[in-house]
């Protein structure tokens, strides 16, 4: 496991304990610098030896090609034009500090799969080029690139991911992750826009998959969000 892949992993585990919301929703790169990820609380559990290094494996996870996050076109063509120069300069990132990224929807449940079947925070694998996987254009939406799939190392025998059940669309209804429009009088499962599952939320208190209509956690007994006193 090297630096960034080890950065990715441990992301996600302090947003599942402390940020659930945001294993689905986008937040700030600036907030996650600040507070999610701050190196002078993280460096430890990261491996990294100096502030430095952090903005360099930071740079990396926000630029490089294997699609652990959602981030902008824009943005990503710019930070990996500054990784591939001959003296990047991670101070870019800086710029981009109230731009939105999100944790990529395909590696977060190949992580999750892999959590299952060992019984522990599952390794992502070493990536090797050939799978498609959904990041954010310029103007908002989503596109599907060709970004890497896991190699040697993963669970053949991962836990196979549930079958959603459809919910119907209302009139003028939009999605709650990108914000989009969603065909009125369709039976759905997911949004058409940017690939997440809209009949899934998670528990305010845990961070399970919870699935639409339920109104306590089967993993901790909390109250949803869905069935919450109003």
């Given amino acids: 496991m090297d630096d960034v892949e080890r950065m990715y992993r441990h992301l996600v585990h302090v947003i599942r304990t402390k940020f659930t919301p945001m294993l689905t ?6 907030e996650l610098v600040q507070t999610i990820l701050p190196y002078r609380l993280h460096r430890r559990e990261l491996g990294l030896q100096s502030n ?8 990396e996870l926000l ?7 959602v981030v902008d076109d824009r943005i ?7 990784l591939a120069s001959p003296n990047p300069d991670p101070a870019v990132i800086r710029d981009f500090a109230s731009s939105h990224v999100a944790l990529a929807p ?7 799969s892999q959590s299952r079947a060992s019984g522990v925070q599952g390794a992502v694998g070493i990536p ?33 991911r549930r079958t959603p059940k459809p919910i119907a669309v209302a009139a003028d209804e939009h999605c709650t992750f990108c914000n989009g429009e969603l065909p009125a009088g369709r ?6 826009h940017c690939g997440q599952d809209l009949t899934m939320v998670h528990c305010p208190a845990c961070g399970s998959e919870l699935e639409r209509g339920w109104k306590f956690c089967v993993t901790c007994g909390r109250a949803s969000s869905q069935g919450a006193p109003t």
């Fill in 25 to 30: 929703q986008p937040f700030e790169v600036g």
């Fill in 52 to 59: 430095t290094d952090y903005e360099r494996v930071l740079l």
């Fill in 63 to 69: 630029a490089g090609p294997r699609g652990y996050l």
């Fill in 76 to 82: 990503r063509d710019t930070l990996a034009a500054q």
């Fill in 106 to 112: 395909e590696w977060l449940h190949l992580l999750e």
């Fill in 128 to 160: 090797t080029p050939g799978r498609p996987a959904a990041h954010r254009t310029a103007s908002g939406a989503f596109a599907v690139t060709n970004t890497p799939s896991v190699g040697a190392g993963a669970p053949s025998d991962a836990a196979p």
């Fill in 187 to 192: 039976q759905i499962s997911f949004c058409p």
